[in-house]
């Protein structure tokens, strides 16, 4: 399958192709700030597995719909997408954050081999999108993508970093009890318990105050979320009110289009006038006004929501700690006689708990130190060195033989000796040079990668003033070699007499990708995503 856009300087070939990937949660290098200052609205069908899907985006605001059009889910931030997605095309990958957690990489990773746009990818690998946060990700990126280690490794690997962190949390533990069980044995030696009244009362006094403290800040919870409240209470009540008008509007318009003659009469002193496109267009307007109005409200909200949740989680964390220390204090009013308690038989008892303690986390721990054996033992054999060997010696073969093919037969493959390497040329071969890498890159992934092969999206391979003989050589290479049963989309200037044996788009326009005569119709396809993602109800 494949598709070639076909167009001059500016008539909007990487900005359609950019549009794609932006509207799936991956930001590309240099989207036009015209286009971006547009608050453009756009959607995105594609199949999987023969299944259709939609997504829609609208500034920070994405929306996931299935095959019969219902809405999956709405997501404002890109790592909820990132966690959607991942599990949606079978990404397995998890990569450490700045901080050592790990975490499900955003939708950018996923799309890194597929894509090669005009800004970046012509000069170096991997670098196909901004935001590209992670540190020192690209070996894993890579290692993953071409199947030198599966999905099944990851899989695998975060199962045993999981267990690692429980197994740290125990041993932390056992430490924690037998540091407290020795500091207990030498205070029962060289104290002997002996504890007077005046003590007992100190101790009083002190969860006194600590009650006091966690009520006041009790006090100063419920009036940050009161007025929590009350702001939530005023956007939804906004949001209706936008809404309202949003209907009114569409309601205006359909009746321009759909009932009000091309010239109507005015009643009352019979002037007539024109009901034209720039009237209707007008109403539009004030529609579309109102749908962002209802997106920065929608944001707004949750933000609101997401304090809300932050809030009410310290408050009950505040009012399960005020009656932990008013238990206690209840506990303590009623002891009579401390010394009582706290004889040799106490002693006794207190050390035999902290070693029952002990042994039950001991048993925990050989339990998980077997579990983790077993894993590391299934990671190495899913790092199969054997395998890993094969993979790399076919990718350099592949790249010998593409550099071959276009016309870089000079080319020391040795640049290429890791299979994550950045290349050595420089000008004109540059792009050629590293148009053989993305090929065996994505002939490797082909054979060995275990996630989803996305679309082959190519934005103007002509960069770096490819001579007359060198461009028909990478045209045609392109075409002639591109991976069996894959999707590619290719973006060039002008079709230099190549036969590309597929759908030709071609874009006469200079900035202008939209066409003013198809809005109503592509609008109202889109309107229905839209209106469910931030529940607008339809009134026709």
Known sequence: MRTVMIGGNETGKSVLLKSIYW?????????????????PLSLVSFSLDSEEFYMIRQQKTFGLFDHNKRLI????????????LADLFGFKLELPDREGKAVIPPPAYQFLPFYMDQDNSWQKNWESFTGLYLPSARTDVVHYHTGIRPNQYYTVKNELNVLNDSINDIQKEIRLIRTLLSSLKAKFVEANFSIDLETFQEEITEMLVSCEQLKQQQEKYKTKLSALYNTKISLEAQQTIVRK??????????YAVDTLDAVVSCPSCGAEYENSFAERFGIAQDEQRCLELLSELDLELQKVLIDIEKLDIAFLANNAELSRIEFQLEKKRGEIKLKDIIESEGKREVQALFKEEIGKYDLELASKIELRQDLDTQLRELENKHRAGQIRLKFRNLLRAYLDLLNLKGVDT?????????????????PRELMAYYYAILHLMREYASSTYFPIVIDSPNQQGQDAENLPILLNFILNKQPKDSQLILSIEEEHGIDFNGKLIYLTNKQSVLSEDGYDEDFAAVRPFYNDIFGIKLFY
Do not use: C, N, V
């Open 23 to 39: 509207t799936l949660g991956a930001e590309p290098h240099k989207m036009h700030s015209r286009w971006l200052g547009a608050h």
């Open 73 to 84: 889910g709405a997501y404002h931030r890109i790592s909820d997408l990132g966690y959607k």
């Open 245 to 254: 008008a949003l209907t009114e509007t569409q309601k205006d318009y359909h």
């Open 414 to 430: 040795k640049a290429f000796a890791r299979i994550d390497a950045k290349g050595s040329e420089s000008g004109s071969k540059t």
